[in-house]
């Protein structure tokens, strides 16, 4: 059976109308499914015949919170939420002057094996779909009241590795007719998987590309982001530089900062000079802890002194406000701990 939310507006219409259903009513169902309905039986506005033949046809996946932490100090939220088949992934909501923000994951573990990570630790499980990533930002939405304006796509999994249902999460997400949430306030963020960077630079989208970069030498990129071995620095900051020429949008660095492993003063000046002439923005990122890595995040002197110096060579840089420093941070750590208690318990 085909999951309904995973369907464009036009897909939806061709589904119908193979149904014998009118155009206008993909249109219906389209704003019930983007509003977050839980059953076919709450669209009022349908018949009863067709809610039934509906239901027969299409899967209507609702997550179920697994579990949920709100932070006492900024009111972030962290939810774990279960699938349909038992898989659980983590996303966060976020108040941001500007708005509610989400980080939605794109997969079920990662492949990509990033040492400073919880979620790649147990490897990659699956693929998301589009329609369940498009459920993390509408149960959000749902759960808190609030109306999400910005999304990063930053929480468990590689986007790029899940490409096509990325894409078409994409476009879902930003049409008009369901939650419409413009390209201009989407972040992709990616660990440097350099041909599909080049690839997404042509399907001409207005997200912002944010580049997972860490450390501006193959040698330390490599220690910590196995991705490197595959796709150097060199060859990653050739791909940048095309997706830059072709969509025209300034891409954003992260860069986390871990103590006398990213944060030596002439690391400061090899990302200065990899960055230099390049319209460009680079996050400082303090590292958060996971017990299973020997990395520990720099100290805050040092983080100011590296800001400073890339500054001083011309390029913009930023430190990451800490959010939720109440809840477990770090990303992968809820679903981690959810897959311990199912082997404690025998569950997995
Ligand atoms: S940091 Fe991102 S790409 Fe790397 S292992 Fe974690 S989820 Fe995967």
């Not at 996946?61 to 659980?88: E, F, H």
């Not at 040492?115 to 498009?134: D, P, V």
């Not at 330390?220 to 982001?225: L, V």
């Amino acid at each position: 059976m085909t999951e309904i939310k995973s369907l464009t507006i036009q897909e939806l219409k061709e589904e119908l109308a193979a149904m014998g259903e009118k155009p206008f009513r993909a249109g219906q169902i389209f704003k019930w499914l983007h509003g977050g309905v839980e059953s076919f039986e709450e669209m009022s506005n349908l018949s009863k015949d067709l809610r039934a033949r509906l239901a027969e046809r299409f899967i209507l996946t609702v997550p179920q919170v697994a579990r949920k932490q709100v932070s006492q100090v900024d009111g972030t939220v962290k939810y774990l939420w279960r699938l349909r088949d038992g898989d659980c992934v983590e996303s966060v909501l976020m108040h941001y002057e500007h708005g509610v923000s989400v980080c939605v994951s794109t997969q079920v573990g990662c492949r990509m094996g990033c040492k400073f990570c919880a979620s790649g630790l147990n490897g990659l499980k699956r693929h998301l779909s589009a329609g369940e990533i498009l459920d993390e930002v509408l149960f959000m939405q749902k759960d808190s009241g609030e109306t999400v304006s910005n999304i990063v796509l930053m929480g468990t999994g590689e986007p790029l590795d899940n490409y096509d249902n990325v894409l078409k999460f994409l476009h879902l997400v930003s049409c008009p007719e369901g939650v419409n949430i413009g390209q201009r306030h989407i972040s992709l963020s990616t660990s440097g998987i350099a041909d599909k960077i080049e690839k997404l630079a042509g399907e001409k989208l207005q997200i912002t590309l944010s580049v997972s970069l860490h450390a501006p030498d193959d040698e330390t990129r490599s220690s910590i982001m196995p991705v490197n071995d595959a796709y150097p620095v060199e060859r990653l900051m050739r791909a940048c530089r095309y997706y830059f020429d072709t969509t025209g949008r300034r891409i954003s660095y992260e860069y986390m900062m871990a103590r006398d492993k990213t944060d030596r003063p002439w690391q400061a000046e090899k990302l200065a000079s990899l960055l230099r002439g390049r319209p460009a923005h680079v996050n400082l990122i303090p590292l958060n802890e996971v017990a299973e890595s020997p990395l520990r995040p720099s100290r805050p002197e040092t983080v100011r002194r590296f800001q400073q110096a890339l500054e001083k060579r011309g390029v913009t840089a930023t430190v990451r406000r800490k959010l939720g420093p109440d809840i477990d941070a770090a990303c992968g750590q809820l679903r981690r701990r959810e897959l311990q208690k199912q082997q404690d318990t025998g569950r997995f």
